[in-house]
């Protein structure tokens, strides 16, 4: 079924207008996202095509609660259990992942790049990275410049003191 609905999805969206936001930079974009419907507080509906792996310096959280539908490909997701635990699950297409707003993982890509229906709830929190030194707010991580949209100084420390709180509101990831 989830051939199909990306085969429906290829054709109604991405093969007919540009991605409504490109995220990792024009150059070497890490993931193209189409809205699916219009962006509201309450509820969105994503298509995404990750071109690569999410950045390998820190696992990142969500700002909503999610839902993800593995459409096509195959990633390892990397997060942490109670204790601090490093997880690795491999997911492949069919596979659909619940996450609450804060949950910290990391997309692997295997081979090639991966389509997924991503469904979020309202905005709960501020989003962030899971640095060593605790968690950081996404402007503190990303690249300011572009409004967060490549990668920036990442978990380096500054003179602002490091880590921040998840709380608040801001961009949305």
């Not at 619940?98 to 709960?124: D, K, N, S, Y």
Request: proline share 6%; aromatic share 10%.
């Amino acid at each position: 079924m989830h051939e199909r609905v990306l085969a429906w999805l290829s054709r109604r969206v991405a093969e007919t207008r540009s991605p409504d936001v490109v995220i990792g930079g024009v150059e070497s974009p890490y993931l193209l996202r189409w809205w699916l419907i219009p962006r509201n507080p309450v509820c969105n509906l994503y298509l995404h095509l990750f071109l690569r792996s999410d950045d390998d310096r820190a696992l990142h959280d969500h700002p909503w609660w999610n839902v993800s539908w593995l459409l096509k490909g195959a990633y390892t997701e990397h997060t942490i259990a109670a204790g601090g635990v490093h997880m690795r699950t491999v997911r492949e297409a069919g596979a659909v992942k619940a996450r609450r707003a804060g949950t910290a993982h990391r997309i692997e890509l295997h081979a090639g790049p991966c389509w997924t229906l991503f469904v979020t709830g309202p905005r709960l929190r501020d989003w962030g990275f899971h640095c060593p030194q605790g968690w950081r707010h996404w402007r503190d991580f990303t690249n300011p410049l572009d409004g967060g949209r490549t990668v920036g100084r990442g978990c380096a420390d500054d003179d602002r003191g490091g880590a921040a709180s998840p709380t608040g509101a801001g961009h949305d990831h």
